[in-house]
């Protein structure tokens, strides 16, 4: 079936250091979606990327959609204690719109 | 943006007991809901695809008898986890996706830790 890993499965840096976690499909995706996790919390939508090839940017963070559609990452610039959570990818299932398959996501810590 | 509420947030209960979690969409019609299962340090597992007014869709591995779901209005999805033991202690979350639009993102309910004793 399908599958998404993500590696590192956990990183730890010192506050102001950037941050990158990579997201790989074994299908290609029509798109391909980032959530965040805070401890304790539920998956909070960070964006959504449809285009072979295409970077968004939200402040800190870049996101890139492989040219394949098979691939993704996502880096932060400048790690802040706030960023502290774990980030998934997801992606539809093979043949279908809405059902998402989620990444085996990356644990991010941050200390000062 | 887009509410979804999840309500219990926690429960603790006995083993053999019957526990209904609910899922409602607060500003936007959800033509689908989906019912995820996450373990602790783990990711998401999607369980079910919830649509309004037909019965759900199980994934492989999923027991609809122990896991029922129903959907009886464009706001609301319910899970019931009946006889619940200790192997079913878990984080449950429901997320929901808007009417029209494919590829629509999801929105997350804030989850419902359930643990049985």
């Known amino acids: 079936g399908q599958q998404v890993m993500q590696i590192p499965q956990y990183q730890h840096v010192q506050e102001g250091e950037d941050f990158t976690t990579y997201c790989n499909s074994s299908t290609t995706l029509s798109n391909i979606q980032w959530y965040k996790q805070r401890p304790g919390g539920h998956p909070v939508f960070l964006i959504q990327?449809?285009?072979?090839?295409e970077v968004k940017k939200q402040k800190r963070l870049t996101f890139q959609f492989g040219e394949a559609k098979k691939n993704s990452s996502l880096h932060i610039t400048a790690t802040q204690t706030t960023d502290v959570g774990t980030y998934f990818c997801?992606?539809?299932?093979?043949?279908?719109?809405?059902?998402?398959?989620f990444g085996t996501g990356t644990r991010l810590q941050v200390t000062l | 943006g887009a509410v979804v509420s999840q309500h219990p947030s926690r429960v603790i209960c006995k083993s053999g007991t019957s526990v209904k979690i609910e899922c409602r969409s607060l500003?936007?019609?959800?033509?689908?809901m989906f019912w995820y299962r996450q373990f602790p340090k783990q990711s998401l597992m999607l369980m079910a695809t919830s649509n309004e007014g037909s019965k759900a869709t199980y994934e492989q591995g999923v027991e609809k008898d122990k896991f029922l779901i129903n959907h009886a209005s464009l706001t609301l999805s319910t899970l019931t986890v009946t006889s619940a033991h200790p192997e079913d202690s878990s984080f449950y979350i429901c997320s929901a996706s808007g009417y029209g639009v494919s590829n629509q993102p999801q929105h997350f309910g804030d989850g419902t830790r359930l643990s049985i004793l």
């Open positions: 990327l449809v285009k072979s090839g």
């Open positions: 500003d936007f019609q959800a033509t689908t």
């Open positions: 997801a992606g539809p299932f093979t043949g279908t719109a809405s059902k998402l398959t």
